[in-house]
């Protein structure tokens, strides 16, 4: 499947996923409570978790609509993490929209972002399975929350390190990012009636599609187009962030003048474009972008292979296409 055509399937699917969504965070008394859950579902998103979801169902040859339920569960979820994080960081903008701390205030991001977590597990319980794989699916979903709480502590502490280690590094992303799309492929699986090897293929996947996925976003704050990607690049550097680039770069830069100089950058709110273009270009020249960017590309190329355990079918071209799109698309 072409880019094109993956990208207008991806808008569809998403778009009535989207429908689907609303109607399950629509019950409730309390008028304004509604609206602040709906707020960030409602500016859309890209849909990626549901949306593979449902086609690993179809492409384990299930039917795809009974996936429906679970496949929204964890698009509510992975929302209700992005409202405690934009209050966690204090960002003020998600998907266009002021965010919902902005809109409304922190007590009630906080209580909407519980609510949707209650939903989630709400809507999760709609799914049409047997009581064991009710079961398989609670516990695969709940899992796997944990996993993005640890991933985000981790997060936070590794913002207070000099040096991470790269093994610190995956093992972060892998909980904050990779561990909800394993669920949601997993749970895909399950519910589409996959083998054992078939739902152990699509959460290996999945995690490793999330890395890579990841890592790219790392690459693309750093030398994407700052128009195309509606933020400075660079914003990475003065933040400090441990990037994988930047850990690969303390790690092989030399000690000397360069590394002093990019050391001193890293989380400079006050460094200048000039300087950040500077670091930039230091980072390119030390090679750590080529790195992540192959490590990324590496990630995309064994998700891929996971997928070998699958019929041929538009679903399954689908899931590749999928892997292309979140690892090596310029923006
Ligand atoms: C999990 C108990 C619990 C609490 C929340 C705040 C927090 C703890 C975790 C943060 C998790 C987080 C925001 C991870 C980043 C995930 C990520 C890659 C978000 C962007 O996903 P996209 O690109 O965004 O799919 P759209 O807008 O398309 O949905």
């Not at 579902?41 to 086609?55: D, L, Y």
């Not at 597990?121 to 079961?135: G, I, M, P, Q, S």
């Amino acid at each position: 499947m072409d880019e094109k055509t993956f990208r207008k399937e991806l808008v569809k699917r998403a778009d009535d996923m989207g429908e689907h969504i609303m109607s399950f965070l629509g019950g409730g008394e309390h008028d304004e409570l509604i609206k602040a859950m709906r707020h960030y579902p409602s500016a859309g998103g890209k849909r990626m978790r549901p949306v593979t979801a449902v086609a690993v169902a179809e492409a384990v040859g299930g039917k795809g609509e009974n996936a429906i339920p679970f496949a929204c569960a964890i698009e509510i979820v992975h929302n209700f993490t992005l409202v405690h994080d934009d209050v966690m960081d204090n960002d003020d903008v998600r998907r266009g929209l002021p965010a919902v701390h902005v809109v409304w205030d922190i007590p009630t991001a906080i209580i909407a972002g519980d609510a949707m977590f209650a939903k989630g597990f709400e809507t999760l319980a709609d799914t049409e399975v047997d009581a064991k794989d009710a079961r398989r699916l609670l516990k695969l979903t709940a899992n796997a929350i944990y996993l993005v709480a640890e991933g985000q502590q981790m997060d936070m502490e590794n913002e207070t390190q000099e040096q991470v280690s790269v093994e610190r590094y995956l093992d972060t992303i892998q909980k904050k990012t990779a561990e909800l799309f394993a669920a949601a492929t997993e749970g895909g699986a399950i519910i589409g009636g996959g083998t054992a090897e078939q739902i152990a293929s699509m959460r290996e996947y999945a995690i490793l599609m999330g890395i890579g996925f990841q890592i790219w976003d790392d690459v693309l704050g750093i030398a994407a187009d700052p128009e195309l990607l509606g933020k400075p690049v660079g914003s990475d550097i003065r933040n400090g962030k441990r990037t994988l680039i930047v850990l690969h770069a303390l790690e092989t830069m030399p000690e000397g003048e360069e590394r002093h100089r990019l050391l001193s950058m890293l989380g400079d709110h006050d460094a200048s474009d000039d300087d950040v273009v500077w670091a930039i270009d230091a980072l390119d020249r030390n090679g750590s972008i080529g790195h992540a960017r192959n490590m990324a590309l590496e990630y995309a190329h064994r998700s891929k292979e996971c997928l070998e355990c699958l019929p041929e079918c538009l679903d399954r071209e689908f899931l590749v296409a999928m892997v292309d799109f979140s690892v090596g698309r310029e923006l």
